[in-house]
């Protein structure tokens, strides 16, 4: 498989400067939901580095600090909770995700974005489902964005240990569902996200 299939076709239509682009967080009952913008080298593939679904967390924390060594440059961003209730969860991920471009230093020219929906961006760039299994670019932001939202989760189990965030990371796990349930929702819980765990009550 070619890593750089997608980097190597803009490079060629004579784009300088590429960011991969994903987030992670659109199905958590907690949390804000996180972004990702990356720029690599030309020509750059960086060992062990895959789709963040598809690596362990030790993986995943291992290569968070060497994806930001050998990137040009790198972007993590979010959209808060409020956001998230404020424009749903597809509007908040794209505004995370604009963000996380925007945030970018070099600027890039082009951004690869994760999936079907392009966030609204000054850039060119195209959409590319499951580019996290497709693009070196991509699947090192899916892995900045993911280690960064863990990280943000495990400060949250700090805070609020009955709800077992640094376990479930958010998502709504029988033992997460259980402890809303039991003492309510927090702070960091999506309000619209919990309808439907009051409507089976």
Known sequence: MDWLEYENKNIARGFLSICGVDEAGRGPL????????????????IEGVNDSKKL????????????????????????SVEEIEEMNILNAAMLAMKRAVEGLEPRADYAMIDGNRMPPLSIEGECIVKGDAKSMSIACASILAKVSRDRLLYE?????????FAKH????????????LKYGPCKYHRPSFLKKIYNKK
């Open 56 to 79: 362990s967390e030790k993986k995943r924390e291992a290569l968070f600090d060497v994806i930001k060594e050998q990137a040009l440059a790198y972007s993590i961003a979010f959209a």
């Open 156 to 164: 949250y189990d700090k805070e609020f240990p009955q709800y077992l």
């Open 169 to 180: 990371k958010g998502y709504g796990t029988k033992a997460h569902i259980e402890a809303i």
């Open 30 to 45: 907690a949390g804000p939901v996180c972004a990702a913008a990356v720029i690599l080298p030309e020509n750059t593939v």
